[in-house]
């Protein structure tokens, strides 16, 4: 059982930056893809971005030209999205999530291949 605990949302200016945190209190982390996944009011739950068991491979939605980063620290059982340049489109609750995997070089980017998630954050972005 994997349990996942997002925190860094808030309320930002467009043009600022936000860091979101997600803590696994399961063991193993290192054994999990884990990702980043963003829902919207009305819309349904989209990529963000993806990482590797061991952090060596990233996958990035295209409509964040670039703007937000992805990273994990295995030891410390944490995933991190750094969000730059935020934009009021941005505006979202933020869902962690991890995949089981048995493979190293792969990531995971469609909701259907995670098992867990957390509760989500909210990330408000104002114009």
């Not at 605990?5 to 193993?28: D, F, I, K, P």
């Not at 609750?93 to 867990?116: K, L």
Request: glycine share 10%.
């Amino acid at each position: 059982q994997v349990l996942l605990v997002e925190s860094g949302g808030g309320l930002v200016q467009a043009g600022g930056s936000l860091t979101l945190s997600c803590v696994s209190s399961g063991r193993h982390i290192d054994m999990y893809n884990m990702g980043w996944f963003r829902q919207a009011p009305g819309k349904d739950r989209e990529f963000v971005a993806a990482i590797s068991r061991t952090g060596a491979f990233k996958r990035y939605s295209d409509s964040l030209e670039g703007r937000f980063m992805i990273s994990r620290d295995n030891a410390k059982n944490t995933v991190t999205l750094q969000m730059n340049r935020l934009k009021p489109d941005d505006t979202a609750v933020y869902y962690c999530a991890a995949n089981f995997s048995p493979i190293y070089t792969t990531v995971a980017i469609t909701t259907q291949e995670y098992n867990y998630w957390g509760q989500g954050t909210q990330v408000t972005v104002s114009s």
